[in-house]
């Protein structure tokens, strides 16, 4: 999102002219090449003793995610909508699409983004807010001066993490709907390289919730693939040896899997499933 406004920057005057975006800069935040602009202009506006107007362009920006994710989370939203009309014949239902099924998500689970914005920058909100569910005018002195837009927080504008778990999410329900992500050729390898990325990158989804949050919000055994209701939380580094309740320290297995974990040991462990390598070694400290 671009908005292009006039602004001013005088050091001496900073105090008074606060209603600028500008005027919050302080010589800490100053990138350096920025840092040297505003110096030469204070340095100007001193010789010539006049405030000269800047033309200001401020541009919002996402923390940037991989295409991969976009692609992978389009292709599981197709695997459920094809689940969910694996019932019907003909025309004797209406046939969800993907894109329905995504829109009911984010209208389910998605966060409301509340904008405040000047009246006439109400074409540019919308613009960059494709899932919008209320606007609200705001009047000062009887005068039309602002919106409010109530906005869904659509997988396009969320972060790595956000759109981690919102993937993790879809593979979990996947599972819970009877497709076994282990047997199933395609999810299995979408499900590998999805938790290979994970760990590759050591991203931590879920990072803030208990123990038994962790345990709730995981229906898959981590190890296998497998769809796992009664499912185990193995202790990475054990609570004896100081490990805690924290998901980093965490996995969700099934009960073959948890056993055989304690019998062959975390180094077999991680040669069967590598796509838990990383974590498994950062929890036990043995990398850093």
Not at 130 to 151: D, M, Q, T, Y
Not at 183 to 202: F, R, S, V
């Amino acid at each position: 999102m671009k908005i292009n406004f006039i602004g001013y920057w005088y050091k001496k005057l900073q105090q008074g002219i606060k209603q600028h975006a500008v005027a919050f800069l302080t010589a800490e935040e100053w990138v350096k090449d920025l840092g040297a602009f505003l110096q030469k202009l204070d340095a100007l506006q001193d010789k010539k003793n006049e405030l000269k107007e800047l033309s200001i362009t401020v541009e919002y920006h996402y923390k940037k995610r991989s295409l991969d994710q976009n692609a992978l989370m389009w292709a599981l939203y197709d695997i459920l909508a094809h689940i969910s009309n694996g019932g019907m014949r003909g025309h004797e239902m209406q046939m969800v699409t993907t894109k329905e099924l995504y829109c009911a998500d984010l209208e389910k689970y998605a966060e409301r983004i509340s904008i405040t914005a000047k009246a006439e920058y109400i074409d540019v909100i919308l613009s960059e807010w494709s899932h919008v569910l209320e606007i609200k005018p705001i009047f000062e002195n009887g005068f039309l001066s602002k919106h409010e837009v109530i906005a869904l927080l659509s997988t396009s504008k969320m972060n790595v993490l956000q759109m981690a778990e919102w993937l993790d999410m879809l593979f979990n329900r996947i599972a819970y709907q009877g497709c076994d992500i282990k047997t199933g050729a395609d999810i299995k390898k979408y499900w590998l390289e999805w938790k290979t990325y994970l760990d590759k990158k050591q991203i931590s989804i879920f990072s803030d919730c208990t123990l038994e949050q962790y345990r709730a919000k995981n229906t898959i055994c981590e190890a296998s693939g497998q769809y796992t209701e009664y499912g185990e939380v193995a202790h990475i580094r054990t609570q004896r040896s100081g490990g805690s309740d924290k998901p980093e320290n965490l996995l969700y297995l099934n009960a073959v899997v948890h056993r055989e974990q304690h019998q062959e040991g975390w180094d077999k462990f991680c040669k069967k499933y590598p796509h838990l390598k990383n974590k498994v070694l950062n929890a036990l400290g043995a990398k850093k």
